[in-house]
Structure formats: structure tokens, C-alpha cells
């Protein structure tokens, strides 16, 4: 979720065509900052706009795109360096059109489509709680450098003419008020579409596949339609609460990535009627495979408790390593310890099975090789759950390469989880790097003369599928 | 092949006392070279070197950490004319180290006991050992230091802390572990003879993540590896120093200091497992081996201006090797205990370590052993040619109604516990280490009169129908001693900054420079003496 919010409010080319307007010296009463603080907690503002270990909204988040390191920015009421000379029209234009307030498009990363449909009145709270609720911080945006033509930030003009909502969402009449407030929220401020809906050749979502799952950097935020074998049509509504309060759903799904942040920052701190509401509406969204309908295993129910010890043990652990168990041993060596010598996990489900759950069962081996390769870390009120990583970060547990990490990911699908699935070296290395990658800088290069619109998919792709982790792990690290 | 030759810091010897250093080192600007005898494995391997082995072998835990020819370390399978340790005194020095980069905390229980303000002062208050050159209130923000460093756990219940006498200025970081169920059975047991059983203090972490490092899973395997690394060793370290900086020789054994003519130390040199000779320069060196490689290193190094060794114009190198000898009491009862969840060692009674006797006998801390008891038990089942389910029965009672108390004892510093180096070579050609070794006296006495009635007494509290007591000390693997610090160089090695007495740009820290045991164990202390020493190396960098 997370990867995908990034905005740019600053620009290293900043063309400032005037002064920012001085904001009304405004006065908010306590309740509506209130209610904008739980509307931008919805949203989740924090999660992007927040580099590791600094202050709240000051910005700093390196996160790392196919074609470069974007820079988060700073959006306390600074009036310095963040947003505090904003006027509440200037703020309702970056949030729900995506234009800030010297008159430059933002890109769609920061996800003003979803936010556009919010209401005037809950902006309106966002822009008391950012100004009265923000703890002003004077830092200075850092620099954010995209290669040409990625710099032509007034290629979103057109895209914004194409693909962008002009209006707040109204309610259906048909539908329950708990239904319309749960769309209101699915929609608007949590913006579940930026993620796990899949996108078009311009990178705009497309609605009629809405929520029906798409790839996010190096994870793959799945299916959470209604259907029951590829979505979440098996979960009852106090389920998806569960998950959403908890960030798991013992024997089914965990938490990780991006909506790891999300649960942590945001879904946990709604109230329960909001996220009744939400998981009424998301349980209604029709899925988009009609012809599949409802037979066969979903993500939540493959995989038993087994093990291939017994070829292994005692032969050494080199010898184990190259021999055709090595999967196996590397599970022993890593994994096992916690998640149990069967991939059974802990009877209170804290160290989920291996098997039965969606981590290792999904369409594809995304999120398996990058819960592997990333590990997993998110904090709720229950406490705060870490996996450690098995990447190049200095905190490995152990630094996997590709090829290790390819035997393991396969010893667990075979036995615990999708076992139709393969995996290669290559296909960590890909995920490793932040996810698939897209030669369109090339091509936008080479074919510049042949039209906007191939300028216009890459700057949608270049801020729509950015990946966060790798570059902010390391200036963290660095 | 060696690239780096030299840096401003070069430390020897890659174990917790050796990353506490560098790793403050290189935070202030300064380039650190470090350089380790061992290899550098993964926990990957060595977890699986261990559930590899079978369980015949797994009394000894170097089987998960195969020494390299190069750099031997005791092992539990060597023949004592061939072993590397060679003993000649009345009791053995047998010592478990292991020469691997990040160091013997892989395989220590995390146990993180403070020493008391009286432990600190055994001389003046009760006419025995020596007197530490400073007091508990200088070591403690040291303490607090290392435990945020290492990331230890303890009771927040000020009546469950220790020391009970000295102030604590910082609370633990996290909770203490709960008690495993035999833990709690002993500790309401020990309440009827008026003791209580605290809750140990641990760099392991309770309940949540720690510095990049998971919480503790109970897998109740500290020793010999801790599999997800939520107990810390050294070897967590080392991929964030290399990231910031630090370069890292490994199977390099240094095998001599080299001093110039100021009598400062100009460079040392190592062998690489070719037996090729490098010689690695810099301005300021740091020996962080242990308590019985930085002897052996300091006396290999003898030279014409330093001709009992370097750093020895005292005679106090080697000399005055201590540990914690031990008892331990097998006790069978008849209801069952259990223990075996949580850590392996979670709880103890370190009351009896202190008081007025100290003058007569060592103190001596009770340990209820909390490691999962199957392992111990199984040969004694098979024994009885039990089979089948018979077995797993008796395996399962024996588990559940069997115990090991440890009363773990301290030790006066003896300049007749000496290391001096054999005849006998390694495979490099270098001498083995020689220990001299008599618990003495005063430890001897505190066994018969103090500790192990006092075991006695708990064993039949706890409805003991068999009691066995190891009929010898052994040793805690807690090296101590061969450097002592003291602030009269004619009688001590290291200053109370663990800086050399001879050699003004030669640091010695950890646990040889401690001058007094205490029964509790001693790596928090060496670690405080390594943040010690680390700022008083940055001090003097910076006026270099």
C-alpha cells in the first residue's frame, strides 16, 4: 500500500510560478482536528511521509522506483519547508487533484485518484489536523533526481484528463448505510484499489477488474474480492475485521510488506464500525473471474505438515547443501525454529504454519520469496511481530543467494503450499531487485517522437510501481 | 589475500569484547582492521552441524563449531596428551572457547549477572583476593551501556534485581523471561529455606524484537547456538560494522606483537591458514582473544626490550587464571519438575554469593538448570534395555523428574594459576597453551561446609529420592585473570582502562583484567571493561 502513495510534492526542477499563498491564521476547534487526525490515520499519510526513525510527516522516505529514488516530502505545517503557508483550497487540490500549490502536477503515486473521493467536509478536517494536529518540523525536502523524460511532470496534465475522478464518491441509495460508508472508506481514504487493483497500459486502474490483485514492487497484493476461490469470499465479515485489527488470521493470511505499514499505521487505530463497514463493502465487490466460479483450493487451504529430515540428517551440512534435499535443510536450518520441523507453526498461530496460508499458496510466489527475502515486521496492540529478513541486510539471519532461496521457496511450495508453482534464481533475483522492472525508459527514449502517451505510461509506471524497501533499508543501513 | 595492511585501530579477535570496541571505534571516524583466527560460518551451518550430530556427541557443543587446523580451540574428542589445553596442576583449566569470528558468545547462555559493590572490594572488606582499582559506581553506567548494546532483559521488580546493594541508574530494556514450570516448583521450594530464585538477567530478547534481532521462541537451545539469534552473540554484528566500514580478516591467527623502540606497539603478525606471515600496522592495537589467547599471545611475543613477553614487566601475565569452579547435583524426584522451557539458564539464587564468610570461603550462586532434561536422560533409559514404549516412558519420566542444581563457586586470584606455553606445538608450530590450576583452598572449603550442604538441603526441599554430585570442580568456561588489572604496574598488567602498563597504545579488555570473579557470570563485566576502554582509546585517538 504504502509503495504506491508516494507523492511528490517537491520538485528538484522546482519552475515556482508564484509565492505560495500565506494561509488565514485559522483557528480549528479540537473535535474537527480530531476527526482529521483519525481521516489522515485512514489514510495512512504517515506511513510514506515519514522517513525510518524520523519524525512524524517530515518526510525523508527514500523509496526506490524502477527509474529512481524518490524522496518523500514534507508535509507538517512548516511554513518554512513543509505545507504550513497552504491554503485549504491549495491543500485540497494536491490531496484530491494532485496539483500542489506552485501549480505542478504531483505524481500518481501519492494516491490523490482515491483520495479525490473524498468528501469536502472530511478534507476540510484533514486540513484542520495538518495545521493545528502536526507538530510543525523544519526539514528540508530532499532532492529528488528522475532521469528524462521521467522530469515532465506536466505529462499528468493529459493523464489526469483521462483518469482522474473530479467528484466525491456519493452513496448508493441501494445500498445500506454500512455498505456506502465501507465503499466511502475502501475507496477513498484507505485507497485498497492503488494496490490491488491491476492497472491498464496507461498504469490507470482498471475498474472492472477492482481489487482482483496486481503486483507491488516485490510483493503481490492479491485477490480480495469476493470470490471464493481466488479472493477472500471464504472469510466471514468478522474475519476480515480480525485481519485487518491484527494483521493475521490464524491457519489463512498474514500481514506483511506494505500492508504490514498499513495494519501497523492505519487499519488497527479504525474504529470497529469502520472496519465492519469496510469489510461489508469489500465483501460485496464482485470478482473478476465469473467463468472460475467457486471450486477448487484457495490460498488459505493448501499445503500439510511434513518434512524430509530423514534424508538429510547426518550427512553434513555441506553435503546437504548440494544434494537434492538441500530445500529441506535450508528450511531446518532457517525456518524450522519457528515455524516447527512440519511447517506447523506454534499452536497459538504467533508463528504461523507454513502450510495453510496464503504466503505460500497465492497465484504466484511474489510474496513467498519476499516474506523469505524481506521478512516480515508489523505492530499492533498485541505486540510486535518480526520475522527477520534473508536478504543482504545486515541483520539477515542468514544471507541467502538466489539459488538458496530458490531451493527453498521450492521445497515449500512442493509440500506446504502452491505446489504448481516453481521457482527459479532468476525469479529471486527479480524480486530481490524490487520487483519486476520495465524497460520503458529505453523504449520512452527511442520513441519520443512517436507520441505523450508512451511519456505518459512511464511517468505513471515510474511512480505507480515504486519500491520502497531496498533504497530505504539502505540509507537506514548506510 | 590480504588487501589492508593497516588502520588507525587494529583489534585481535572478533568476540563480543572485540565488536563492542571496533564498532565504537568506527563510529567516532576511526578505520578499524580486525583480525580473527577462525572462519566466519552462518547460523545456517552451525545449526545444522548441531542437529546433525547425534546425540552420543552432543555432551560437548564444539561438535557444532569444528575447530580449523589453523586455529584449534578445545574440543570434547581430543585425547588429553593431544588436546590444545594442557593442564598441569591438581585440578583441570578446561575451558570451552571457540576461534570462530564473532566468538565464544555463539555459544554462551546470555546470562548477564552484575557484579555487587562487595565483589568489587573482597580485599578491604574481608582480607582476601585483591580490591578492583575502582568501584561499582565507576563500573555502572558501563553496565547500562552494555545492556543496551547487547539488549538484556530483566526483572523490573527492583526486590528481583541484582545486585541488591548497588544502584541501578537505567531499567532493563525488556521484561524477564517467565519461569519454566520446575523453575517455578524450585523457586516456591527454595522460599521454605528463606532463599529466593530471581529471575536471571539475559541479552536475550523477551517478547519483542531487539536491534534487528527477533524475540527469544523458546527453542531452548542457547547453548550451543541460539537459532534465530534472539539471544546475542557477537557474530549479530558483524554484517552492520562491515557495512559501516570495518575490514575483517578471518582465518588469520595472529601470532606476535611487535614493539618498537618507544616500546610502543608497532604492528602484529599473523599467519594466514597457508602459514604465509603478514604483518598488519596501525596506531593503536586492541588484543581481544580472550583470557587465555591474549596471554598466550603477550607471552609468544617475548623480544629483547620485553624478554618474559610483551606487556609482562610485571610477571603477572598468565598468572592468577580464574573461573568459576562448579558442583553440580542431579537430583531425582518423585513428583515431576519440567524443566526445559525458555532459556536454558532463566533463574538463580545469588544470595549466597554474598555475606561476612567470604573472609573463611567462597560464596557460591545456585542454579536450577533449566535446559530441556531429555537429552541428558535418554542413555541412562537405554541403559536399562528398556524398549518400545517402555522407553519413551522412562525417557519421559526422567525429562520431568530429574534436575540439575549447579552451585557455582567464586575464586581467589592465585599467581601459582598460571598459563605458560608447552613444549607441545599446534598445527601452525605454535605452542599450546599450559594452565596451571588449583580451585584452592578457599573454594574447597566453601564446597564442604557451605555450598554443597546448602545443595543438599534444597535437593531434599525438593523431595529428592537420589541425589549424585559431581565428585570434582568443574569448570563454567568463564576465563578470567591472565591480564589483571590493578593500579600498581608491578603487580598488574592493565590500567583501569585495560591499557597496558608497558605499552601506552596496547589495550587488553575483557574478562583478564577482572580482578575478582564473583560467582556470577562474567561476560557483562568484560563488556563493560571493553565500553570502558573503548572510550578511553577514543579520548586517546583524538589527542593522538
Known amino acids: 500500500m504504502t509503495s504506491f502513495k508516494t507523492f511528490l510534492l517537491a520538485a528538484p526542477f522546482a519552475f515556482v510560478a508564484f509565492a505560495p499563498t500565506i ?53 507538517t505545517p512548516s511554513k518554512e519547508t ?97 455498505w456506502n460508508r465501507g465503499r466511502y472508506l475502501a475507496e477513498g481514504a484507505a485507497h485498497c484499489a492503488t494496490c490491488h487493483t491491476p492497472r491498464g497500459a496507461f498504469m490507470q486502474e482498471k475498474a472492472s477488474l477492482n481489487l482482483s490483485g496486481a503486483q507491488v514492487g516485490p510483493w503481490y497484493a492479491p485477490d480480495i474480492t469476493s470470490d471464493k476461490v481466488t479472493g477472500i469470499g471464504s472469510w466471514s465479515q468478522d474475519e476480515l475485521v480480525t485481519y485487518l485489527k491484527t494483521g493475521r488470521l490464524a491457519g489463512k493470511a498474514q500481514a506483511a510488506g506494505s500492508m504490514g505499514e498499513a495494519i501497523t499505521h492505519s487499519f488497527q487505530h479504525l474504529t470497529d464500525a469502520d472496519l465492519k463497514a469496510i469489510a461489508t463493502y469489500v465483501e460485496s465487490v464482485p470478482s473478476a473471474h465469473p467463468a472460475a466460479a467457486a471450486t477448487g483450493a484457495t490460498r488459505f487451504d493448501q499445503g500439510k505438515p511434513v518434512n524430509e529430515l530423514a534424508a538429510l540428517r547426518g550427512k553434513g551440512f555441506d553435503n546437504g547443501m548440494k544434494g537434492a534435499h538441500s530445500g529441506a535443510q535450508i528450511f531446518s536450518a532457517n525456518c524450522a525454529s519457528c515455524h516447527g520441523f512440519n511447517g506447523q507453526g506454534t499452536a497459538d498461530g504467533y508463528y504461523p504454519s507454513i502450510f495453510h496460508n496464503s504466503a505460500t499458496a497465492g497465484s504466484n510466489a511474489s510474496n513467498l520469496i519476499a516474506t523469505i527475502l524481506y521478512g516480515v515486521e508489523r505492530e499492533t496492540e498485541s505486540g510486535h511481530v518480526f520475522m527477520p529478513p534473508f536478504g543482504d541486510q545486515p541483520n539477515a539471519l542468514t544471507q541467502l543467494d538466489n539459488v538458496e532461496v530458490a531451493s527453498l521457496a521450492n521445497y515449500i511450495l512442493k509440500d506446504y503450499g502452491n505446489s504448481k508453482l516453481t521457482v527459479t534464481a532468476h525469479d529471486v533475483g527479480v524480486i530481490r531487485e524490487g520487483g519486476p522492472k520495465s524497460d520503458i525508459v529505453t523504449l520512452a527514449r527511442i520513441g519520443m517522437g512517436a507520441g505523450a502517451l508512451v511519456v505518459l505510461a512511464l511517468i505513471a509506471m515510474a511512480v505507480i510501481l515504486p519500491r520502497r524497501g531496498r533504497a530505504g533499508a539502505d540509507k537506514a543501513n548506510a | 589475500m590480504v588487501t589492508k595492511t593497516s588502520a588507525d585501530v587494529i583489534v585481535v579477535g572478533t568476540g563480543v569484547v572485540g565488536v563492542v570496541i571496533a564498532e565504537q571505534l568506527i563510529d567516532a571516524g576511526h578505520s578499524v582492521l580486525m583480525i580473527e583466527a577462525g572462519p566466519r560460518v552462518t547460523r545456517a551451518e552451525v545449526v545444522e552441524n548441531w542437529r546433525n550430530a547425534p546425540l552420543g556427541v552432543k555432551g560437548d557443543t564444539s561438535v557444532a563449531y569444528p575447530p580449523r587446523p589453523w586455529a584449534p580451540h578445545p574440543t570434547g574428542a581430543d585425547k588429553p596428551e593431544d588436546a590444545y589445553l594442557q593442564f598441569t596442576g591438581p585440578d583441570p583449566y578446561d575451558q570451552t572457547f571457540i576461534r570462530y569470528a564473532g566468538g565464544s558468545t555463539w555459544h554462551w547462555a546470555g546470562t548477564s549477572w552484575r557484579l555487587t559493590p562487595e565483589d568489587m572490594r573482597l580485599h578491604s572488606l574481608y582480607g582476601v583476593g585483591r580490591d578492583w582499582a575502582f568501584d561499582y559506581d565507576t563500573l555502572e553506567p558501563y553496565y547500562v551501556r552494555t545492556e543496551h548494546k547487547l539488549g538484556i532483559s530483566g526483572p523490573s521488580d527492583r526486590a528481583l534485581q541484582w545486585p541488591q546493594t548497588g544502584a541501578r541508574s537505567a531499567p532493563y530494556l525488556m521484561p524477564s523471561f517467565p519461569f519454566s514450570p520446575g523453575e517455578q516448583k524450585f523457586t516456591e521450594v527454595v522460599k521454605t529455606l528463606g532463599y529466593t530464585n530471581i529471575p536471571v538477567a539475559q541479552a536475550r530478547n523477551s517478547g519483542m524484537p531487539y536491534d534487528g534481532r527477533p524475540a527469544c521462541c523458546a527453542n531452548n537451545n542457547c547453548v550451543p547456538v541460539c537459532p534465530v539469534a534472539a539471544k546475542y552473540d557477537a557474530e549479530t554484528s558483524l554484517g552492520r560494522l562491515e557495512r559501516k566500514g570495518v575490514t575483517l580478516l578471518v582465518d588469520s591467527v595472529v601470532y606476535k606483537v611487535e614493539t618498537n623502540a618507544q616500546n610502543k606497539i608497532e604492528a602484529v603478525h599473523f599467519y594466514d591458514q597457508h602459514k604465509e606471515s603478514h604483518r598488519i600496522t596501525g596506531k593503536l592495537f586492541v588484543l581481544a582473544c580472550n583470557g587465555l589467547e591474549n596471554p598466550k599471545l603477550l607471552l609468544m611475543s617475548a623480544n629483547d626490550r620485553n624478554p618474559n613477553g610483551v606487556a609482562n614487566s610485571s610477571d603477572q601475565v598468565g598468572r592468577n587464571m580464574m573461573d568459576h ?27 549466597t554469593s554474598q555475606g561476612a564468610f567470604r573472609s573463611e570461603h567462597a560464596g557460591a550462586y545456585f542454579r536450577y538448570n533449566n535446559f530441556a532434561r531429555n537429552r541428558f536422560v535418554t542413555f541412562a533409559a537405554l541403559k536399562k534395555g528398556l524398549v518400545g514404549k517402555a522407553l519413551d516412558e522412562e525417557i519421559r519420566r526422567m525429562t520431568a523428574c530429574t534436575a540439575d542444581i549447579v552451585a557455582a563457586h567464586e575464586v581467589l586470584p592465585d599467581p601459582n594459576n598460571r598459563l605458560t606455553l608447552s613444549a607441545k606445538k599446534d598445527w601452525l608450530g605454535l605452542p599450546k597453551p599450559s594452565i596451571h590450576y588449583d580451585v584452592g583452598e578457599y573454594v574447597r572449603k566453601s564446597a564442604e561446609t557451605y555450598s554443597l550442604p546448602i545443595g543438599k538441603q534444597i535437593a531434599a526441599a525438593m523431595g529428592a529420592i537420589d541425589v549424585k554430585i559431581t565428585p570434582k570442580f568443574s569448570n563454567s568456561k568463564h576465563i578470567m585473570g591472565g591480564t589483571i588489572m590493578g593500579k600498581d604496574a608491578s603487580n598488574s598488567v592493565v590500567d583501569v582502562d585495560c591499557r597496558a602498563h608497558d605499552h601506552e597504545n596496547l589495550f587488553i579488555p575483557g574478562g583478564g583484567a577482572m580482578a575478582s570473579t564473583a560467582c556470577g557470570n562474567s561476560t557483562i563485566t568484560m563488556t563493560a571493561l571493553a565500553i570502558k576502554a573503548a572510550d578511553a582509546i577514543v579520548a586517546q585517538m583524538r589527542g593522538a
Open chain 1, 82 to 178: 513543509g505545507i504550513g503557508n497552504y491554503t485549504e483550497a491549495q491543500f485540497s487540490d494536491a490531496v484530491r487533484k494532485g496539483v500542489r500549490a506552485d501549480g505542478a502536477n504531483l505524481y500518481p503515486a501519492m494516491p490523490y485518484t482515491a483520495y479525490s473521493f473524498m468528501s469536502d467536509a472530511d478534507v476540510h478536517a484533514m486540513y484542520a489536523y495538518f495545521m493545528k494536529g502536526v507538530a510543525p518540523v523544519e526539514a528540508k525536502n530532499a532532492e529528488t533526481s528522475l532521469p528524462f523524460p521521467m522530469n515532465i511532470r506536466a505529462s499528468m496534465i493529459g493523464w489526469n484528463l483521462l483518469f482522474r475522478n473530479n467528484t466525491p464518491l456519493s452513496d448508493d441509495p441501494k445500498q445500506s448505510a454500512e
Open chain 2, 325 to 351: 569452579p562448579a558442583r553440580t547435583l542431579t537430583v531425582t524426584t518423585k513428583e515431576p519438575f519440567w524443566s526445559g522451557l525458555g532459556p536454558v539458564v532463566n533463574s538463580g539464587i545469588m544470595e
Open chain 1, 23 to 75: 494561509s488565514l491564521a485559522q483557528d480549528f476547534p479540537a473535535d474537527l482536528v480530531e476527526k482529521g487526525r483519525y481521516l489522515a490515520t485512514a489514510s495512512d499519510c504517515v506511513a510514506c511521509h515519514t522517513a525510518k526513525g524520523g519524525k512524524p510527516m517530515a518526510g525523508g522516505l527514500a523509496i526506490d522506483s524502477p527509474v529512481g529514488t524518490i524522496m518523500s516530502t514534507n508535509i
